[in-house]
């Protein structure tokens, strides 16, 4: 199965940079859960939500595996916490985060529940959270430093509930949202 990533960080830890610590996450994922078949390169962004933080450094990766989603989210839990991720705050600050955005064309738990995440108004996206992975992420179609990295790597993965492409789902960002993410190059430099 191929599996859709995205990365991020905005803290450094144990003397590493947020750039460094993001390069040893994503080498140690690939040893662990799966063959990287494709890797965006790194962009700065503002935290999210506005004023949680420094900017982050995001980026894409898609890794073929032959874990199952569950499987695949735990062996990403466990590089996370191998690379300082402390979960204290939702939506907070952090050395690495590792959000499993899709897995090929599957929904899961089932497309009744997608569909009600998909609406989830955002004062309760940030009180709520699933019990069950719901995929693809609900929000990913709203997020531009989720899309611009995969528009280097994925631009034609096709939603399996919406219908659209990364593409076209970039197309549908403003022209504010997309230059809010800047390219960077080598994670190594930051």
């Known amino acids: ?7 991020g960080g905005n803290l450094p830890v144990s003397g ?28 700065r962004s503002p935290a999210f939500p506005a004023g949680t933080g420094p900017d982050y450094l995001n980026g894409a990766l898609v ?3 032959d874990l199952n989603p ?9 590089t996370e916490e191998s690379h300082g991720r402390v979960r204290a705050v939702r939506w907070g600050a952090r050395t690495v985060d590792l959000d499993l ?7 899961t738990p ?7 995440w998909f609406g989830l108004d955002p004062e309760r996206q ?5 019990e069950v992975l719901i995929l693809p992420h609900p929000r990913l179609q709203d997020r531009s430093f989720v899309l611009v990295p995969l528009m280097e790597i994925a631009p034609e993965w096709r939603h399996p509930v919406l219908g659209r492409t990364v593409a076209e789902m970039h197309a549908d ?14 994670p190594g430099c930051q």
């Open 1 to 7: 199965m191929r599996y859709i990533i995205a990365i």
């Open 16 to 43: 590493k940079s947020v750039g460094e610590n993001l390069q040893s996450a994503v080498a140690e994922l690939g040893q662990k859960a799966g063959r990287i078949i494709a890797r965006s390169e790194v962009y």
């Open 63 to 65: 890794i073929e595996s």
């Open 70 to 78: 569950n499987e695949i989210l735990a062996e990403m839990h466990r």
């Open 101 to 107: 955005i899709a897995a090929g064309s599957m929904v």
């Open 110 to 116: 089932d497309v009744s529940t997608w569909n009600r």
């Open 126 to 130: 940030t009180a709520e959270r699933p």
């Open 173 to 186: 960002l403003t022209e504010e949202e997309r230059r809010s993410v800047v390219l960077l190059g080598d």
